[in-house]
């Protein structure tokens, strides 16, 4: 069983930036990623990675803004987000999923962070 957890979070005014940090138990799955999902909407995925490195996949409406990384010794994946626009209001959750490609489709065997409230004001 992984667990992920998921401190921060918080507001910004439009034009700023925030990181999101997830600490994960263990590194036994081969994706990792972050994922959104606004009032009313879908979850989508923000950003997908390969445990230890690799390449990342981002949405298109993210893409250039944001960041994931690693801190493999420590077991944390990051989301820089730079840039940030009142449509990226949303609760962002982390999750670690076993897969043969990392892609940003919501996984259905995923282990998921809690997720933490993003709030971008104009």
């Known amino acids: 069983q992984v667990h992920l957890e998921e401190p921060g979070g918080g507001s910004v005014q439009a034009g700023g930036s925030m990181k999101l940090s997830c600490k994960i138990s263990?590194?036994?799955?081969?994706?990792l990623g972050w994922f959104r999902q606004a009032p009313g909407k879908e979850r989508e995925g923000v950003a997908a990675?390969?445990?230890?490195?690799?390449?990342?996949t981002y949405l298109d409406s993210v893409k250039g803004r944001f960041s994931v990384s690693e801190d493999d010794r420590n077991m944390i994946l990051y989301l820089q987000m730079n840039s940030l626009k009142p449509e990226d209001t949303a609760i962002y959750y982390c999750?670690?999923?076993?897969?043969?490609?990392?892609?940003?489709?919501?996984?259905?065997?995923?282990?998921w962070g809690q997720g933490t409230q993003v709030t971008v004001s104009s």
């Open positions: 990675t390969y445990t230890g490195g690799g390449s990342s």
């Open positions: 263990e590194y036994s799955t081969k994706c």
């Open positions: 999750a670690a999923w076993p897969a043969y490609q990392c892609a940003l489709k919501r996984p259905e065997n995923a282990y």
